[in-house]
């Protein structure tokens, strides 16, 4: 049963969002310390001295999974696995009683809603966020940023696209970087149709979302290598976040698309 590591959830949602979704769906989970010589890998590991594991989260449990007490496949936390195993210390778990598979599926969408809700409250953090639209100086360094953009879709012809998302809030027109949109269907959500007509989808920069950052993350480091956001952050006193996803919008209008669509996860209408 070995999987690649795009196939499987990496799930950065913290333990009691992840743990209360479980309550409300009725999947079973219980937290068990194991010794990490009792636990199967679900995807190929290499035993090397490279492996780092952040202190930090040493204390975390990992995720595994198995319909009974005899199966237990880790399904997220290899490298922790790795590392109790160097040191012959027992890990702390938290074990889905489901088979691996299906358990690999509700930790996926839990780790998929927490992305779109992300999305959701930094838009609205942005929308209230009056220094950002309200400072020359932070007009100037996104001016500097977007020298280099070009209307790439000059001679392009468009197709317009048809898509359902989800939102548990009113649409906001003023918002600066737009209305996220869950492309799952989601508890207490209402339905939208949208229509974009210049969609620029991440699937075909061949982006993949599973991992630890969130999507509009690999967007700023994809579009903006060497924009040192932490120092204009520090400078104008406005979130690192902030800065990234204004950047993300305006740049992303600069080149004529009114959307962006991340992965299966959730897409962004301008």
Not at 246 to 258: N, S
Request: hydrophobic share 35%; glycine share 6%; charged share 30%.
């Amino acid at each position: 049963m070995r999987r690649k590591p795009k196939y499987l959830p990496q799930v950065s949602a913290p333990f009691e969002y992840v743990l209360k979704h479980f309550d409300r769906d009725g999947v079973m989970y219980k937290d068990i310390t194991f010794s990490p010589n009792d636990l199967l890998p679900s995807q190929h590991i290499t035993f090397t001295d490279t492996i780092k594991v952040d202190d930090s989260k040493k204390k975390e449990p990992i995720w595994v999974a198995g319909k009974d007490d005899d199966e237990n496949v880790i399904i997220d936390g290899h490298h922790r696995w790795v590392d109790s195993i160097s040191k012959g210390e027992p890990i702390n778990t938290i074990k889905i009683f489901e088979p691996p598979n299906n358990a690999m599926r509700i930790l996926n969408k839990v780790q998929d809603i927490h992305e779109y809700q992300n999305g959701v409250e930094l838009e609205e953090v942005i929308t209230h966020t009056q220094n950002i639209n309200n400072r020359q100086d932070t007009d100037d360094w996104l001016g500097v940023i977007f020298e280099e953009a070009k209307d790439i879709n000059k001679d392009k012809e468009l197709e317009p696209k048809k898509m359902v998302g989800y939102r548990d809030r009113p649409v906001n027109e003023n918002s600066l970087i737009g209305n996220f949109f869950s492309l799952n269907k989601l508890p207490e959500c209402d339905k939208y149709e949208i229509e974009f007509e210049n969609l620029l989808d991440t699937n075909e920069l061949g982006i993949e979302y599973k991992t630890d950052q969130k999507p509009t993350e690999v967007i700023a480091m994809l579009w903006f290598p060497n924009v040192n956001f932490n120092g204009l952050s520090e400078k104008h006193q406005i979130s690192v976040d902030n800065l990234k996803n204004k950047a993300i919008a305006e740049y992303a209008k600069k080149m004529g698309y009114d959307g962006i669509k991340y992965g299966d996860v959730m897409v962004q209408g301008f």
